[in-house]
């Protein structure tokens, strides 16, 4: 859908650019409008209300760009699930047309109607709508698999400003990261793909061809930053932010300078030189949190041609896994990991089906 700024921003130009962040609004909002008609006319229903789902402001990411679509007057509001239409009753009737000049109904690019953007569930609907699962009941090494960075954020990245039944939270800390094993299993997957490819780097070089080369590398500088979001156990977001949020984990210093210096090589030598640096900090931070790790270096020359090869690190990672479950499992790792569809990787619904195909 095509992008419209809202029309209050083209009457007063200038007048939110930096002035609050969605976070900010959303909080005022629930402090100065939304409360109060909830203490006045549910008072008894148990809530939890934040800013969760998509949006950049979620992420604490959005600026003076992300206010022309998407962005204002929104809301997350859990409530049990008998409550979720009496609810929606209330705020229809009782929300004001606008607050701070921002209107409280609006149109957004998946729902195209003028309507309010306080999202009304229950906390368990919520949170099946963005990882498709019941979080409640307990996940199998497979339901871990079908997230993506992105789903899970959409639950746990966002601030929540009141829980009085604790129910988000604990699902939010239920999904905080991946058990011991799925975690090494997730990590090995990516090393896999590291392994795989990268001596091609050089060989298509070798052989003329700088775009080949070129496109292998974006493709393993991908897999390396996740290996950094996964290091640091922090949840990767969609790749817009994937690059800002990576300069902030503790490895970015020691291995970021590295994967930009293999985007930018002139040539494929440097190119391999830059992977293989990148490869070594990733490895040396791996093995700093305590995670399992070579005696040696991450690389090593591949057989006898001139081209940077990877050691035995996915094997060591599987090598330390212990639950049966995990062990069985193919060596594709997690959905995010081997599919790169965005409609798929954005259906809730399809992940955990892909994901038990295991």
């Known amino acids: 859908m095509v992008s419209r700024r809202n029309p209050l921003d083209r009457a007063r130009p200038g007048f939110y650019l930096g002035a609050m962040s969605g976070i900010e609004l959303a909080r005022a909002?629930?402090?100065?409008?939304?409360?109060?008609?909830?203490?006045?006319?549910?008072?008894?229903?148990?809530?939890?209300?934040?800013?969760?789902?998509?949006?950049?402001?979620?992420?604490?990411?959005?600026?003076?760009?992300?206010?022309?679509?998407?962005?204002?007057?929104?809301?997350?509001?859990?409530?049990?699930?008998?409550?979720?239409?009496?609810?929606?009753?209330?705020?229809?009737?009782?929300?004001?047309?606008?607050?701070?000049?921002?209107?409280?109904?609006?149109?957004?690019?998946?729902?195209?109607?003028?309507?309010?953007?306080?999202?009304?569930?229950?906390?368990?609907?919520?949170?099946?709508?963005?990882?498709?699962?019941?979080?409640g009941d307990g996940l199998t090494p497979t339901d871990w698999l079908s997230l993506t960075g992105q789903s899970v954020l959409e639950v746990t990245a966002g601030p929540v400003f009141e829980d009085t039944s604790g129910e988000i939270t604990a699902l939010r800390e239920r999904l905080s990261w991946y058990p011991h094993d799925v975690w090494l299993h997730v990590l090995a997957a990516d090393w896999t793909r590291v392994e795989q490819e990268l001596p091609f780097v050089g060989r298509t070089g070798q052989r003329g061809d700088d775009l080949g080369s070129r496109l292998i590398a974006a493709r393993l500088i991908t897999a390396l930053v996740r290996l950094g979001f996964l290091l640091e156990r922090s949840w990767p977001p969609y790749p817009k932010w994937a690059g800002t949020l990576f300069a902030r984990l503790p490895v970015a210093p020691s291995a970021g300078g590295h994967l930009v210096g293999a985007l930018a090589a002139a040539t494929w030598e440097e190119r391999d030189a830059a992977l293989r640096a990148a490869c070594e900090a990733l490895h040396e931070r791996q093995r700093a949190v305590g995670l399992p790790a070579l005696d040696g270096p991450a690389c090593e020359p591949f057989y006898d041609r001139p081209f940077t090869g990877l050691r035995g690190i996915p094997q060591v990672l599987r090598a330390a896994v212990t639950d049966p479950a995990v062990?069985?499992?193919?060596?594709?790792?997690?959905?995010?990991?081997?599919?790169?569809?965005?409609?798929?990787?954005?259906?809730a619904g399809v992940r955990p089906r892909l994901a038990a195909c295991e």
């Open 327 to 347: 062990r069985s499992l193919s060596h594709r790792g997690g959905v995010e990991q081997w599919v790169d569809d965005v409609g798929t990787l954005t259906d």
């Open 29 to 135: 909002y629930w402090a100065d409008i939304v409360r109060p008609i909830l203490d006045r006319e549910l008072p008894g229903v148990p809530r939890a209300v934040g800013r969760l789902g998509g949006g950049s402001d979620v992420l604490g990411l959005d600026d003076d760009t992300s206010r022309d679509h998407d962005w204002g007057l929104r809301l997350t509001l859990l409530v049990p699930a008998e409550h979720v239409h009496d609810v929606d009753r209330v705020l229809a009737a009782s929300l004001p047309a606008s607050y701070r000049g921002r209107p409280t109904a609006f149109p957004v690019t998946w729902d195209p109607t003028v309507r309010y953007r306080v999202e009304v569930a229950s906390p368990a609907d919520l949170v099946r709508s963005r990882t498709g699962l019941d979080v």
